[in-house]
């Protein structure tokens, strides 16, 4: 079963920076396409980036030239480098297979603050 353990959030003022990681357990990581995707209170959950197998990514809008998503395939790691943070980035922040979602993991709460 394949196990998604998301790390890197926290408390953030806005301007701020922060690195999320995601370790995916029990699947080819290295040929599965994968992104990142959050939640804020009272929405739905959205897309934000993905990434190939082979290292091509692409962008929501509200992340486009701010966030940087990467992967480690030796690590089992997705990335995603958070700069020059929002307050309408508060959400709690999940990875997960791009098209075909896993069960999702808990995910990490980032949230900033004026």
């Known amino acids: 079963q394949v196990q998604l353990v998301e790390s890197g959030g926290g408390l953030v003022q806005a301007g701020g920076s922060l690195r999320l990681a995601c370790t995916v357990s029990?699947?080819?990581?290295?040929?599965?396409?994968m992104g990142w995707y959050r939640q804020a209170p009272g929405k739905q959950r959205e897309f934000v980036a993905g990434?190939?197998?082979?290292?091509?990514?692409n962008y929501a809008n509200p992340g486009k030239d701010r966030f940087t998503i990467s992967r480690d395939n030796a690590k089992n790691t997705v990335y995603l480098q958070m700069n020059s943070l929002k307050r309408e980035d508060t959400a709690v922040y999940y990875c997960?297979?791009?098209?075909?979602?896993?069960?999702w993991g808990q995910g990490t709460q980032v949230t900033v603050s004026a």
């Open positions: 997960n297979r791009v098209g075909s979602p896993y069960d």
């Open positions: 029990g699947s080819s990581f290295n040929v599965t396409p």
């Open positions: 990434i190939s197998r082979g290292g091509t990514t």
